[in-house]
């Protein structure tokens, strides 16, 4: 099993700029989140997926979007980036409820 | 919502002993926490159920008061090994868990 994979590893992005950050997971999970992370301030929930075509907003949800159209995919989208989105974006995955959190390795944004 | 974690920072000698602390003003179905080394993932270490039952792994002890809302995690005779950031994270529903801001530890010779 190749776990939690996130693409790209690192982008630098201008502002006003749009992209989407991949995750996908190969465990078949039904829980997905997405968290930024920022010096000081841990883990900060974005997103979250209980399930295929299901979603709902986290703690910090302005300026991103996500779909789950299948269980192992589950993409964030950057609207028009903003250099307060300059961050570490953690991709992580669970069976349900309860359960452990599997990590993506993340992706480091740098937006100017 | 995000949980409270003290002590924000602690340095250790190997062998000393440490705990880490997580309060919540919700009401909880488990608590979670994790380790993460600097430039990696976190990665899991136990999860405290409502109810008693825990998950994660045999050499790590926590404790969760469900009435409180409170978890600390038990760190004995640490090692080298043993650096990094603690987070603990909470789960208010039975849908998302959110993390804390972490707690610096410092092992050193």
């Known amino acids: 099993n190749a776990g939690v994979t996130q693409t790209p590893k690192f982008q630098v992005l201008k502002t006003g700029q749009s992209m989407t950050l991949q995750c996908a997971q190969d465990?078949?999970?039904?829980?997905m989140s997405w968290y930024r992370q920022d010096p000081g301030m841990g883990l900060r929930l974005i997103h979250y997926?209980?399930?295929?075509?299901?979603?709902d907003q986290g703690e910090v949800p302005n300026g991103y979007n996500v779909s789950r159209s299948t269980t192992e995919d589950f993409p964030l989208r950057l609207l028009s980036a903003a250099p307060s989105q300059t961050s570490v974006y953690f991709c992580?995955?669970?069976?349900?409820?309860?359960?452990?959190?599997?990590f993506g390795p993340g992706t480091r944004l740098t937006v100017t | 919502q995000q949980p409270v974690q003290s002590p924000q920072a602690v340095i250790l000698r190997e062998g000393e002993d440490a705990v880490i602390n997580c309060s919540s003003s919700?009401?909880?179905?488990?608590v979670h926490w994790y380790r993460q080394k600097h430039g990696e993932a976190p990665v899991f270490l136990m999860i405290?159920?409502?109810?008693?039952e825990q998950k994660g792994h045999e050499k790590i002890s926590a404790s969760f008061n469900e009435k409180k809302q409170q978890s600390s995690l038990y760190l004995t005779a640490s090692q080298l090994s043993y650096s990094g950031t603690y987070f603990c994270?909470?789960?208010?529903?039975?849908?998302?868990?959110?993390f804390g801001p972490g707690t610096s530890l410092s092992v050193i010779p």
């Open positions: 994270g909470t789960e208010p529903s039975y849908d998302k868990v959110i």
């Open positions: 992580a995955s669970s069976y349900g409820t309860g359960d452990e959190q599997y």
């Open positions: 405290l159920l409502k109810g008693g």
């Open positions: 465990m078949n999970h039904e829980y």
């Open positions: 997926s209980v399930g295929a075509g299901i979603t």
């Open positions: 919700k009401a909880l179905y488990s």
